[in-house]
């Protein structure tokens, strides 16, 4: 009898052990002691950030996405994607996915300085740019952002380049492996792709949908193709919003656009073109709440993609050089 309760006792032990060797650690009161104004701290320096430029929000919400999904085994929600290019080091900021692309590093630099002020050395880089995507979102959902990331030392061009981050091309079921790759399922990729409800794409990552591709409403082609030539040359960086109807509000219009073959991305118009996801499409564009909680809770385990935890990396004193 005595030596079943001890067995009983070790294995309980060791469970405990084991979850918290493997649980990412990371905590939504994760500052609470160390930094208590950070939330306010950030928000309002978002909110400024996004009163004078729209479009901003969108911006800071898509540096989040891109920094976690970079490596399949490390290098996940980890600051990378913001470290600057150095003599020694190419970072990720030149990558395929991201140059001339992603933006927002400025703001991120004044969010940092105001963290700063208020708790020196104490809040990663990585963490902020977690907060700032949540308080992007602008009327749309929240949610309790998890801590405790810290920054990593390196970044790596390569690696941004690697195939984690799905190009505009990608067919339904490369989006679908590629979320399930870093252990997101199709639901969040669905629910995430709701994302481009706000914010603003590049003609040439949307050039040969609007002139070649048939599931697409003709007349939005046509409205599209107004300002993004069909060769590629000086067109190339015209903008267009990926959310026609409102592009800067964080609703569900992006899904209600599918229904209707107005999707300005490929790869957008793939979660609604006859096969799996359709339903769920549907249903999002139906009931806004749905799409609000799966969204959130999609965003939470986003966040919570391989971070560096514990006296793993660093806290960056500057957000674009390691320390
Ligand atoms: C499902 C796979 C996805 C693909 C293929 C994709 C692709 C793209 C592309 C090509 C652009 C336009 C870039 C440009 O032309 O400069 C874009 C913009 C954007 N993406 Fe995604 N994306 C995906 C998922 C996501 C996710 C998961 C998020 C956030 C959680 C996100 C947030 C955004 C935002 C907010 C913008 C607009 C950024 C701005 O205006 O600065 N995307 N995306
Ligand atoms: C990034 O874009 C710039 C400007 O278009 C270009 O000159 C440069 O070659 C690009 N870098 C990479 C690595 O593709
Ligand atoms: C459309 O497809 C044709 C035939 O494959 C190709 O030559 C052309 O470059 C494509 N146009 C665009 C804008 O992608």
Redesign the pocket.
């Known amino acids: 009898m005595a030596s079943y309760s001890m067995n009983v006792m070790v294995v309980v032990v060791l469970i405990v052990l084991l979850y918290e060797c493997t649980s990412a650690q990371l905590s939504t009161n994760f500052y609470s002691k160390t930094c208590p104004k950070l939330f306010p701290t950030v928000n309002s320096a978002v909110q400024s950030a996004v009163s004078k430029e729209r ?1 901003m929000g ?2 800071l ?2 540096l ?2 891109h920094d976690c ?1 970079v490596n399949l085994n490390r290098e996940g929600c980890d600051g990378s994607i913001l470290l600057d290019d150095t003599s020694s080091l190419t970072g990720e900021k030149t990558a395929g ?1 991201n140059n ?5 590093f400025n703001v991120i630099d004044n969010i940092k300085s105001e963290v700063e002020k208020v708790c020196p050395g104490v809040v990663s880089c990585a963490d902020i740019l977690a907060i700032a ?1 949540r308080d992007s979102v602008l009327g749309g959902p929240s949610w309790n952002v998890k801590l405790g990331r810290r920054d990593s030392k390196t970044a790596s061009f390569s690696k941004a380049n690697s195939g984690v ?4 091309t ?1 067919t339904l079921n490369n ?1 679908i492996n ?2 399930k790759a870093v252990g997101l399922s199709t639901k969040d ?1 669905v629910a ?2 709701g ?2 409800t ?5 003609c ?3 050039r040969a949908r609007i002139y070649n591709e048939s599931n697409i409403d003709a007349s939005f082609a046509k409205q599209r193709q107004e300002s993004c030539p069909s060769t590629s040359g000086s067109g190339d960086n015209n ?1 267009a919003p ?1 959310d026609l109807q409102t592009p800067t509000a964080f609703d569900n219009n992006y899904y209600k656009n599918l229904l209707v073959k107005k999707g300005l ?1 490929h ?2 118009q793939q979660i609604f073109n006859g096969g799996a996801t359709d339903s769920l499409v549907k249903t999002y564009s139906q009931n806004p709440k749905t799409f609000n909680s799966d969204f959130a809770a999609a ?1 939470i385990k ?1 966040g919570d993609i391989n971070p560096l935890t514990g006296s793993q990396g660093e806290i960056r004193k500057n957000c674009r050089k390691a320390n």
Do not use: C, K
């Not at 001339?100 to 927002?104: D, K, M, Q």
């Not at 981050?165 to 505009?168: A, E």
């Open positions: 479009r969108a911006s919400l898509r989040h996405f999904f996915p001339n692309s992603v933006r927002g995507a981050i799905p190009p505009p990608s989006l590629r979320f990729m995430l792709s994302s481009h706000i914010g603003q794409a590049r040439t990552s949307f903008l990926l991305l790869s957008d965003m986003m």
